[in-house]
């Protein structure tokens, strides 16, 4: 367990990657959720621009992570550090994302929607009161998926000079260190880990409990 001696023994290092690490990735997720959920809601209303928005976030997330450092890195106004990262994670979130709201909106059951326009709803209600409700653990799906990625591509941000716990590894990889680099990669797997579970616990707050059994079975 010499990670842990390793972890011990630079502490005041670790945990200035490890707070930057967690910022990085909250700040990715709050502008992810803003702007994939809209544009997820905005597609399913239009299915030809909802194909060519999913193709290319498809086509995005297929591009490795370390080409969209460099891409992006050299445009004017972004260069190293922050910007470029968030700019490159929100980009990779756009994915599941926009395609777990587009297909939580578009299963919601026809008759559902018709029994909505039966009590007067205009489409507007229906959308807000009824689809987005019943969408919920497909979103939820998503962003759960969308932690957990955002988490781990953010360690690739080290090489564009992010203080991310990305560092640990990479300079352990450097040094042949391997206390170094499981300090590191355990870390943003706890990270990861404990993320997912608190979007689990909005998840059940959110989320009513018919929905949740109904997507179980």
């Not at 621009?49 to 450092?69: E, K, Y």
């Amino acid at each position: 367990m010499g990670f842990i001696s390793f972890i011990q023994n630079n502490s005041g290092l670790v945990l200035e990657y490890t707070l930057n690490h967690i910022s990085l990735v909250l700040t990715v997720l709050v502008l992810s959720l803003g702007l994939w959920i809209i544009t997820g809601l905005i597609i399913s209303r239009h299915d030809r621009l909802a194909g060519a928005v999913i193709s290319l976030s498809n086509i995005l997330f297929c591009i490795p992570s370390i080409s969209l450092f460099g891409l992006f890195m050299a445009v004017p106004g972004l260069g190293l550090g922050r910007n470029t990262a968030v700019l490159v994670l929100v980009i990779y979130a756009m994915m599941p994302l926009v395609r777990s709201v587009y297909l939580g909106v578009k299963s919601v059951d026809y008759f559902v929607m018709e029994a909505g326009k039966g009590m007067g709803m205009t489409p507007s209600q229906i959308l807000f009161r009824i689809q987005i409700p019943m969408a919920w653990p497909t979103v939820f799906a998503g962003i759960r998926v969308s932690v957990v990625l955002i988490t781990g591509i953010a360690t690739m941000a080290t090489f564009i000079g992010e203080k991310t716990l990305g560092r640990l590894i990479h300079q352990g990889i450097t040094r042949g260190n391997a206390d170094m680099i499981i300090a590191g990669a355990v870390i943003v797997s706890l990270i990861a880990l404990l993320l997912d579970y608190i979007m689990g616990r909005i998840e059940k707050k959110v989320i009513s409990p018919g929905l949740r059994y109904r997507t179980n079975d």
